[in-house]
């Protein structure tokens, strides 16, 4: 189990540098757009979740444009759902004054907000409303926080007040860890006050596993009330028919 964290430890460091590498080599070609930062993203998630000895087993079509939203597990989700899908993020304001982590989103696009300031709130929802004009989708956890996998919190409607606005479509996305030797979801999740390094180095010892990720049909909702209740109980089924659902526990890492 040490042998095989510190292996990942050593995979995702060199992972990292790749990803910043590539970041430079394209920075010295000129300024990067939101865009390009975006799909860079999405090459960094791809090559970090194949160090960390993630598997991602995808049901249903990623949307192009619009809101995904989604349950919230874990900072696992990020690198999860940027691996699926290009898209911009928004994540909590604390992200964007993380080591290595908070560059990253930064240069990515992510959009920031305090949950604790209204203010915050409405200019983030602005900056939703112009980026899914363009040509990727916005996804945001509506939770609001990531949770130990029992249930869903209340979905947060501000949000979704531009596509319901504009007519934009809505995609739900429900996510999902599965560990090759049985251990509970639980174990993967990051919620309450855990702190970041003793859960990665327990992540990082964890047996292979499964990220199962199910997407939705795009739906356009009439107001953001009615498309949090009705995302909410979307992805409340989705979650339900996974844990139902018989399935083959991937080799270990």
Not at 42 to 66: E, K, N, Q, Y
Not at 133 to 143: Q, T, W
Not at 154 to 170: C, Q
Not at 217 to 229: L, M, Q, S, V
């Amino acid at each position: 189990m040490i042998l095989r964290a510190a292996w990942r430890a050593v995979a995702l460091g060199a992972a990292l540098t790749v990803c910043f590498l590539r970041f430079g080599f394209a920075r010295l070609r000129g300024p990067i757009s939101m865009e390009r930062g975006a799909l860079w993203l999405h090459f960094c998630g791809r090559i970090v979740m194949a160090s960390l000895g993630i598997r991602c087993r995808v049901t249903g079509h990623p949307p192009d444009r619009g809101l995904i939203v989604s349950n919230h597990l874990s900072y696992l989700d990020i690198v999860i759902y940027a691996a699926t899908v290009p898209c911009f993020m928004v994540s909590k304001a604390e992200l964007a004054g993380w080591p290595v982590f908070g560059f990253m989103s930064r240069a990515s696009g992510t959009l920031y907000v305090d949950r604790s300031s209204r203010l915050s709130a409405i200019q983030v929802t602005e900056q939703v409303a112009e980026r899914i004009k363009g040509p990727l989708p916005v996804l945001f956890f509506p939770e609001g926080t990531s949770t130990d996998g029992s249930g869903l919190l209340r979905f947060h409607s501000r949000l979704f007040t531009p596509a319901a606005d504009a007519a934009m479509p809505v995609t739900t996305a429900a996510i999902r860890y599965v560990i090759a030797d049985g251990t509970p979801e639980r174990e993967l999740c990051w919620f309450d006050d855990m702190l970041f390094l003793p859960h990665l180095w327990r992540t990082l010892c964890t047996a292979g596993f499964i990220a199962e990720v199910t997407f939705g049909e795009p739906r356009i909702y009439p107001d953001r009330r009615t498309a949090a209740d009705r995302t909410y109980d979307e992805i409340a089924a989705m979650r339900e028919q996974n844990v139902a659902a018989p399935l083959t526990s991937p080799a270990a890492q």
